[in-house]
């Protein structure tokens, strides 16, 4: 769960 959670995040920093 942490580790989906983290992707997620640095997926929507990347975004912006």
Known sequence: MIY???YF???FC???
């Open 4 to 6: 989906t959670t983290g």
């Open 14 to 16: 990347v975004m912006f």
């Open 9 to 11: 995040l640095s997926l």
